[in-house]
């Protein structure tokens, strides 16, 4: 069923159900037959009921029944609540048709079919009146106790029902108001009751949504919004959105006044009189709103009932306050009395036939300003929101405003008369011309001379024709100069405004410059001009139907449309061309202002854009003849009262010569109009979509996004619209037989001559030639073919479309003429060189270089096509290459090789760079550098120099390293891609050095944009490259680069490689800490700042700032050794790392090594209150190894090893960690790589010096270490002997060591260890400590000495 699409009819079919069947609700089908000269599709109506669609009301009276565009149907009940009826088209066991209760919940289902009704005590609210939003999807209700329900329909209207608002005292609060200006002793007014309500569209207000219609006339705006006023959340363009959730009055407009009449009224409408004796108060009984225009149904004391329409006033009439005009127009409304018999009981809009409503949604949709929201409303309903916007500025388009009342005593038509038929009816009547004066005077001079201009070239909507006499009376009133005036300078009437009111001159007062002010005549041709081109000027022409695309691209399954049908521009064009047409006339007839003057010449000569001084000699008389028969508004009396004439900037003809210009310019553009509405409905009747498929990318975006005064007024409307004449053309001489050339051509040269020139044609002869060659199979044949098409083409490369030649030369595979045609194209555009001499303008230059640029754009086009080339199979296309296949990869490499050698061969330098620069866009990096032309280098060289300082390629080898200066200087990231380049054509070339070179530039390059910054592994790849390409140069055994290698190159490029690992090892280790930093609960213990390591002052977000700064600054640029040491690691307690710094850079600034045993004891300290002795020891284990062996001055065993044993008693002692014998000794046999005596001759020092170890407890546990040294000595012997390890070793003897099993060890090794033993177990008995804390001791090295000594034979090393 199609029900919702006229669910209006049903509103009165439903009453009528109501009333013969209380106890049933039956669903009625429409059918309607239109005449046979299908003027009126309505024109028959015949209704049959349906039995499956019949449901029981349960008892329920209803009482209103509305629905909503989307086809839901809603009805009102007596009992209050509301029912939707829910219709399908059923199957099986499912019912048609059901009603839901959609306001009532759980407990009132109960009472309504438990309870009896004898019980029902309280009395119901019966809902009377519901109406729809459907802009913003919202039902009002309205019930006999004059409360006022919203409910919410969802987002898109297709929701369930939800109430979000009541309001019942809307009009106490009202009258509370107007209760305080009543005057004493007057008689109490009686109390008002609201008689309808009605939603207003968003084109009528964007803050108002609802209105409710008084009993006494008033008139109550409401809002569903949370706050008032256009600051507020209801103000503005985007409450559209919103959803409501309140009820409020935000302003009441007092009843319209009886009696009075705004406007001009014509035919049966009337005031209708009252006597004094009368109540002037109004009773309305019912009422309708519309689209800006309300109908009350007043049956207040007299003899006849009356309708009151009221509507806003379109005339520009105001009072004396000044006001502007936008403000009285809105303020003012004409209230017209009809007087009816019987009660009116339902009004509705005649809606525009389906037709002309289509033509109106069609035109006006994507006006915002229309209000054309809603897309499933019915194209006859949306148009009828245009009325909302006025009669002067819709006239022209929309009919007549009619509207149906249905009565008690019938039913009858109103007509609305526009201001356009009120100038009919009084030119048709030949009124006096004081009616017109006043006419003129009431809706202003513009606005009259606009109506005059649309019946004298009969523009405007009407059922009637217009009438030659009218048509003519018209004209006439247009170039009167009594009814539009004539163009006159502002403020040269009006001298006296200088003057105060005594007579002097007011010495405060600027004097302006007097600007022409041009007549009505020409304000009413621009009104009327730009409301035929509202709905075109500032939209796109074309929109993408279907697809998945976005509005900035367009998607491979979208369709590209005309946004206007045929039909409506067929009837703008035809409004358009008879304005332009009219015009035209009263030029050749020299009729008028406008006629006469530029009657005289054509437009672009002399007369008009000149000096004007032969229009002043020669045609001062006509002028005259013009102007002086009529008074000027009082300027001859203003004249006489000056005795010094003041002297004007330009003379009566002068301004006239300006105002007919200004009008031929219009006219021109009306013509230009025209045809371009013409072309676009030529276009959609051949389907955009399959003329424009073989445009690239950019042409079908530009088309996509091509508005209507771009095509008409630009120079890329011209070419797109030449571009799309090429395709249609194309489309008729295709392969398939469509027609020739001639047939399209005489169309177009007809209907849009300004667009298809001469020239033209003689460029689609040529074409034939390739239309030809894409059909044959014969390649030798389709190739004389492609070479005869470019042999004619190449002698009119002016005139020549290679956007689309050269795609087809493209799909034949001739790219010879893909690459010579644009470059002849652009020397015949640019004869003169133009875009290379710099004498010349700077805006001529660049005009000349943008020409060139186009040109070569269609060669680069073919590139990217070839790179990315993908099987075209769009339907419909002009040109089906039977005999081609998908180019292989191999094929596409070979032409790609071809056209770069095309274009190598010309000589055209500036093309070479073009192309350069295209190919490596394109990423074709090494088909430049394999076809490249000996002019390569110089462009890299030039395109990555900067404008400062210059990098040019070492000639000499001889310095390689003073480049090197030069490196840390700004690179652009433009200029990055040229270096890394020639980086790459150096190393092709295997001149390695001039490689190393460019990449340590590019490692140590400066940032010149915020988002250019290189990361420190993209300058660590740079580098590590560098790096390769000196060792490359090494291996190469090449004389001339030994100079390089030999002045440290590659010495050179291994530090600054190892400070960049430095540097990238600080940023890791600030990152860490600041998360450290951020995941710590408590903050950092001990947070160092930029300045003093120690000072806990700072908060822990200033600390986390302050690293995150710093690793910032790393990943900037490159720092020095220096600056990492001193800026980053030491103030950032990184001892690690500075340990490893001070090592590289081998130092030795003091003698005693104070530096690096500070820095050691940092580290371990640092260690140790991390995580104890157990991460002291790893730290010395892992920093040692990387420093051992040297010169032992980075690693102080003697000082590391006192420090950790000190620490570890004190650990010990005090029970804070548990810290075994073997933990230190190993720690610092790692750090030695494994070497026992450097660590057991440390071991003796501390043992020999007394003043050292004055503890006994230290001394003692000294010796445990080196007991664990020495088992550790031996058991590395006897791996070394097993050939396995030393934990290998202890794994085969069962323990660290086993007492019960001898190694045959190295005498030599045996003895050292066994006199070492000897003499700590004589160090053990000199302390001071009691036997039981150190026998173990003493027996450790008593049995160590004894294993050693046991007689098992051993062999000599």
């Known amino acids: 069923m199609q029900c919702y699409e006229k669910l209006r009819i049903f509103f009165f079919l439903f009453r009528l159900t109501s009333i013969l069947s209380i106890n049933q609700l039956i669903l009625v089908g429409v059918c309607c037959s239109g005449r046979s000269d299908e003027t009126d599709p309505y024109a028959e109506v015949s209704l049959q009921p349906l039995p499956e669609y019949t449901i029981s009301s349960d008892g329920v009276t209803m009482t209103c029944i509305t629905c909503t565009d989307r086809g839901h149907i809603f009805l009102a009940g007596r009992d209050g609540h509301i029912y939707e009826l829910q219709y399908t088209t059923g199957s099986g066991w499912q019912k048609r048709c059901r009603k839901v209760c959609l306001t009532a919940g759980l407990g009132s289902v109960i009472s309504r079919w438990v309870v009896p009704n004898v019980f029902k005590f309280g009395a119901m609210d019966a809902i009377v ?32 029902l939800k109430k979000v608002a009541e309001e019942r005292n809307l009009i106490t609060q009202r ?101 004094q004796s009368d109540d002037l108060s109004l009773k309305i009984e019912s009422a309708y709103y519309s689209s800006g225009t309300a109908v009350l149904s007043d049956s207040s004391p007299s003899a006849v009932s009356s309708l009151l329409i009221v509507n806003r006033d379109p005339s520009t009439q105001s009072g004396s306050l000044g006001t502007g005009a936008r403000g009285s127009r809105a303020l003012r409304e004409s209230v017209s009395s009809l007087p009816v018999e019987g009660r009116m009981l339902f009004v509705a809009d005649v809606l525009p036939l389906p037709d002309a409503a289509t033509i109106v949604q069609s035109l006006y949709s994507e006006l915002e300003l229309c209000g054309f929201h809603n897309s499933w409303e019915a194209c006859e309903k949306t148009s009828t929101k245009l009325w909302a916007r006025g009669d002067l500025s819709t006239q022209h388009i929309l009919p007549r405003r009619k509207i149906v009342i249905f009565s008690t005593m019938g039913m009858m038509e109103v007509v609305f008369n526009r201001p356009i038929d009120i100038l009919r009816r009084l030119l048709e009547s030949n009124s006096p011309r004081s009616l017109l004066e006043d006419f003129v005077n009431r809706f202003g001079g513009g606005e009259a001379a606009a109506m005059c201009l649309m019946l004298a070239a009969r523009v405007m909507n009407t059922e009637t024709f217009i009438s030659n006499v009218v048509a003519d009376k018209a004209a006439e009133a247009f170039e009167d100069p009594r009814f539009v005036g004539i163009p006159q300078l502002e403020g040269s009437g009006a001298l006296s405004n200088n003057r105060t009111a005594g007579g002097g001159f007011s010495m405060g007062r600027v004097v302006q410059e007097a600007e022409p002010v041009f007549s009505m005549a020409h304000e009413g041709l621009c009104l009327c001009s730009s409301r035929l081109l509202l709905p075109l000027w500032e939209l796109p022409v074309f929109i993408i139907k279907g697809g998945s695309g976005s509005s900035d691209a367009i998607s491979e399954d979208g369709v590209i449309t005309c946004r206007l049908s045929v039909g409506a521009m067929r009837i703008l064009e035809d409004k358009i061309r ?63 009262s ?106 177009l040269r007809d209907g849009c001559p300004s667009y298809y020139k001469e020239s033209d044609y003689k460029f689609y002869v040529a074409v034939e030639y390739l239309e030809r060659a894409a059909v044959t199979s014969d390649s030798e044949e389709r190739e004389n073919l492609a070479r005869e098409a470019f042999n004619n083409l190449s002698k009119i490369p002016e005139s020549a479309d290679l956007q689309t030649v050269c795609k087809r030369f493209e799909d034949l595979r001739f790219y010879e003429a893909v690459v010579r045609l644009p470059l002849q194209k652009a020397e015949a555009a640019d004869p003169a060189g133009d875009a290379f001499n710099e004498q010349i303008d700077a805006g001529t230059r660049e005009h000349a270089l943008s020409r060139r640029m186009q040109c070569y754009e269609i060669i680069i086009n073919a590139l990217r096509s070839l790179k990315g080339e993908t099987l075209r199979k769009e339907f419909g296309s002009p040109i089906r290459p039977v ?93 990055i891609k040229y270096f890394e380049l020639l980086a790459r054509y150096y190393v092709l070339k295997r001149q390695h050095i001039l490689a190393a070179q460019i990449l340590v530039r590019l490692a140590e390059r400066r940032s010149t944009e915020a988002g250019d910054t290189p990361t420190i592994e993209q ?41 960049l690992q430095f540097q990238m090892k600080i940023k890791e280790e600030l990152e860490a800490m600041a998360s450290r930093s951020e995941a710590s609960p408590m903050g950092s213990n001990s947070t160092p700042n930029g300045s003093s390591p120690d000072n806990g002052q700072s908060s822990d977000a200033n600390f986390v700032h302050a690293v995150r700064e710093k690793a910032k600054e790393l990943s900037v640029d490159l720092k020095t050794i220096t600056q990492l040491y001193n800026e980053y690691a030491v103030p950032f307690e990184l001892w690690e790392i500075c340990l490893e710094m001070l090592y590289f850079a081998s130092y030795s600034g003091d003698a005693d090594s104070s530096i690096v045993r500070e820095t050691w004891a940092r580290l371990i300290d640092q260690a140790l209150s991390r995580g104890g002795i157990a991460e002291a020891c790893a730290v010395l284990a892992r920093v040692g190894s990387h420093v051992y062996p040297g010169d032992g001055a980075m690693l102080p065993l003697d000082t590391l090893c006192l420090h950790l044993e000190k620490a570890a008693l004190e650990r010990v002692v005090s029970g804070a960690e548990h810290v075994g014998d073997e933990d230190i000794p190993r720690a610092l046999l790692a750090s030695c790589k494994g070497a026992i005596e450097p660590v057991l001759n440390t071991y003796n020092q501390l043992v020999s ?59 030599g090794v045996r003895d050292k260890i066994t006199s070492a033993a000897n003499r700590y177990m004589t160090e053990v008995r000199r302390l001071p400590l009691t036997q039981s804390q150190t026998e173990a001791v003493y027996r450790g090295f008593r049995e160590l000495e004894e294993s050693l000594l046991s007689p098992f034979p051993f062999e000599r090393l």
């Not at 012997?1277 to 069962?1294: E, P």
């Open 129 to 160: 009146e519901m109406v729809v939003d459907s802009e913003r999807h919202v039902l009002y209700a309205r019930t006999e106790e004059m409360k006022i329900q919203v409910f919410s329909l969802g987002p898109n209207g297709d929701g369930p």
């Open 175 to 275: 009258e509370s108001n107007y209760g305080g200006r009543q005057q004493a002793g007057a008689p109490r007014p009686t109390k008002s009751s609201i008689v309808c309500i009605s939603p207003i569209s968003t084109l009528e207000s964007k803050w108002l949504h609802l209105v409710a219609v008084l009993s006494d006339g008033r008139r109550m705006y409401l809002s569903t919004a949370p706050s008032g006023g256009n600051n507020g959340a209801v103000g503005g363009l985007g409450t559209n959105n919103r959803r409501p959730s309140c009820l409020k009055v935000v302003t009441t407009r007092p009843s319209p006044p009886i009696g009075v009449s705004g406007g001009i009224a014509f035919g049966a409408l009337s005031v209708v009189g009252r006597s």
């Open 578 to 640: 008879s304005l332009e047409k009219f015009l035209r006339s009263r030029k050749n007839l020299r009729r008028g202002l406008y006629g006469r003057v530029a009657g005289l010449g054509d437009i672009t000569g002399s007369i008009l854009i000149g000096t004007g001084s032969d229009l002043v000699s020669s045609d001062r008389s006509t002028v005259r003849n013009l102007f002086g028969s009529y008074p000027r508004n009082g300027d001859s009396s203003e004249g006489g």
């Open 642 to 747: 000056s005795n010094k004439r003041q002297r004007l900037p330009y003379s009566p003809a002068e301004l006239a010569a300006m105002e007919v210009r200004a009008m031929e310019c219009i006219r021109q553009l009306l013509l230009r109009c025209g045809e371009a509405l013409f072309l676009l409905q030529l276009l959609s009747q051949h389907l955009v979509t399959r003329l424009i498929q073989s445009f690239d990318a950019n042409t079908r975006q530009a088309v996509a996004q091509l508005t209507f005064h771009q095509l008409v007024c630009s120079e890329e409307g011209d070419r797109l619209g030449t571009r799309l004449i090429s395709a249609l053309m194309e489309y008729y001489t295709g392969p398939d037989g469509r027609g020739t050339v001639d047939d399209i051509s005489n169309r």
């Open 883 to 975: 005999s081609q296949s998908v180019l292989d990869q191999s094929s596409r490499k070979k032409h790609i090789c071809q056209i770069i050698q095309l274009g190598v061969q010309s000589s055209y330098i500036f093309f070479h760079e073009y192309l350069y620069r295209a190919l490596i866009d394109l990423g074709l990096d090494d088909e430049l550098l394999e076809y490249g032309g000996p002019d390569l280098v110089q462009f890299l060289q030039d395109a990555g120099r900067d404008p400062t300082h210059e990098v040019r390629a070492v000639s000499s080898i001889g310095s390689p390293i003073s480049p090197m200066s030069q490196s840390r200087v700004p690179v652009a990231s433009y200029q």
């Open 1019 to 1059: 300058r660590r790849q740079y580098l590590s490259n560098a790096v390769l390409q000196a060792r490359s140069a090494t291996e190469t055994g090449n004389v001339s680069m030994r100079g390089a290698i030999d002045n440290g190159l590659l010495d050179l490029l291994e530090g600054k490689l190892t400070v």
């Open 1249 to 1307: 010096n007394g003043a050292i170890l004055p503890s006994p407890s230290l001394r003692l546990r000294i010796l445990r270490s080196v007991l664990a040294v020495l088992r550790e000595w031996a058991m590395s012997v006897f791996a070394q002997r097993m050939g396995t390890s030393t934990a290998g070793a202890s794994l085969i003897l069962g323990g660290p060591f086993s007492l019960g099993q001898t190694t045959v060890l190295n005498q």
